[in-house]
């Protein structure tokens, strides 16, 4: 599991509804860091997300075609049902970090205004004294 993909994904809006939401989410909870590698049965699916199989099967592909996921089949072994596997596009979801211009966007902070915020995108721990 990526925890990465899957903040990425609930930071998103999927605007194909809701159903596409917590679909987006299991399959994050399933993938590399990459969005590959994901390969969730649709039970495990219905289970993660309370939806019926008719949903889940109707939305992967509204979400193929929305360019989010792209699906490509497994084949079974003998005497299994073929499978699928997902790779989610990371170019469409939201990234982590805030976006950043070329100057610095911290605000101004304290009462003299002179202290400044992190700068933009900085996500690591301040130094302790």
Request: proline share 6%; charged share 20%.
């Amino acid at each position: 599991m990526s925890w990465a993909v899957v903040d990425r994904v609930f930071k998103t809006t999927i605007s194909e509804g809701a159903a596409a939401n917590a679909i987006m989410l299991s399959l994050a909870n399933h993938c590399d860091d990459d969005g590959g590698s994901c390969f969730p049965g649709q039970d495990t699916i219905q289970i993660e997300t309370g939806l019926s199989l008719d949903t889940i099967q109707r939305v992967l592909p509204i979400l193929e075609t929305g360019g989010w996921i792209k699906r490509k089949k497994r084949p079974g072994a003998r005497g299994q049902w073929p499978s699928w596997t997902y790779q989610i596009n990371l170019g469409k979801l939201i990234d982590r970090a805030a976006p950043c211009g070329s100057v610095d966007q911290a605000a101004p902070r304290g009462l003299d205004k002179n202290d400044r915020a992190a700068p933009c995108g900085f996500t690591g721990p301040q130094g302790a004294a």
